[in-house]
């Protein structure tokens, strides 16, 4: 199994250019449009089984939607009353009963219930493992390249530009997704004599590596403060930076920086609350500072939810200090 990371329109046009090869089955598409909804599933399904050229047909698509527990009196039904299951399952056992060797899925999981979203991951990669078929599929989800043992692949902007193992790829992301998807910031940076730089900011690292680098930084990984002298603050590398966005992500209060002097700070990704009252990797400030309420990351934002949300807007401006032990920096090549 081969997974498809990045951009919605990238990933789709790698999977469609896979499905134009020798026995490859086309990824199975709702049709959408004008009265679509109103379309016999069954009329669709023998539409796909013929474009597919399967040649079992009626008796392949029977033993894929047992298959995927799928009820036989769903094919007598309109395509606009099925839920987000139905269609996901319907999708992949059609996929499935085409009889290929390979089988493409546009986003196959999408939309669906996290409970069937993991059965039916598990189920197709039981049955791909127990057959040896294969399947190239995108997703924007990480749990879903959870079943691409085989591999996952990084496009962005209609480019490879990262091909290995899920931890390879979020745990060394080359491109904004895979980023995004494992909480980190992402840099280009050059080491050179045992230091580390990002472009012209203060901030710098040790580092046992040369040359041309990515490096990545935690969205816990940066002490923030609407005071400058701080006494959370350890280190002379503190900037000021204005925050220019806000952003709920999971359980999660975001904000996006962008520092006021590029020669001194970086923009950044930070979590500025948890409201699963997880610490994460924030540092503990010191006991003479603001104690750290229920969900409070950065003490000196605020001692509450609500003191956050009165002082941070889009346009504070705050400080911040990087912890530079958590620079996690990788060769380019």
């Not at 280009?188 to 990002?198: E, K, M, Q, V």
């Not at 403060?225 to 701080?230: A, I, P, Q, Y």
């Not at 924030?282 to 605020?302: D, I, M, Q």
Request: proline share 4%; aromatic share 6%.
């Amino acid at each position: 199994m081969l997974g498809l990371m990045g951009s919605t329109d990238s990933t789709t046009e790698v999977v469609l250019s896979v499905a134009a090869l020798t026995d490859v089955a086309p990824p199975p598409q709702i049709p959408t449009g004008y009265r679509s909804g109103r379309l016999r599933v069954r009329k669709w399904v023998r539409s796909y089984l013929r474009n597919a050229d399967a040649g079992s047909g009626e008796a392949a698509l029977a033993q894929a939607c047992a298959e995927f527990g799928i009820r036989p009196e769903i094919l007598s039904r309109r395509i606009g009353e099925l839920d987000s299951s139905e269609i996901a399952k319907l999708t992949v056992a059609l996929a499935w009963a085409s009889g290929s060797k390979w089988l493409t899925l546009i986003d196959p999981f999408a939309s669906v219930p996290g409970h069937v979203r993991t059965g039916l991951r598990n189920r197709l990669a039981d049955l791909v493992a127990a057959e040896s078929r294969g399947v190239v599929f995108s997703s924007n989800t990480l749990t879903d390249f959870t079943v691409a043992d085989a591999g996952v692949a990084n496009i962005e902007k209609g480019e490879l530009v990262a091909l290995g193992t899920l931890e390879q790829v979020v745990t060394e992301p080359r491109g904004s997704l895979p980023a995004e998807l494992s909480g980190v910031n992402v840099y280009s940076g050059l080491a050179r004599r045992g230091w580390l730089s990002i472009g012209h900011s203060a901030v710098k690292a040790r580092t046992e590596l040369d040359g041309k680098v990515f490096v990545t930084l935690g969205w816990r990984s940066a002490l923030l403060s609407l005071d400058e002298h701080d006494e959370a603050f350890t280190s002379a590398t503190v900037f000021e930076a204005i925050v220019i966005g806000l952003r709920d992500r999971g359980s999660c209060i975001q904000a996006k920086l962008s520092p006021v002097d590029t020669e001194m700070g970086l923009a950044l990704d930070v979590d500025l609350a948890d409201l699963a009252g997880v610490d994460g990797a924030v540092r503990t400030a010191p006991e003479s500072s603001s104690p750290r309420g229920f969900g409070v990351l950065h003490p000196g934002l605020g001692a509450s939810i609500s003191d956050l949300r009165a002082n941070v807007k889009v346009g504070t401006h705050v400080f911040a200090e990087v912890d530079t032990s958590q620079l996690h920096a990788y060769s380019v090549e």
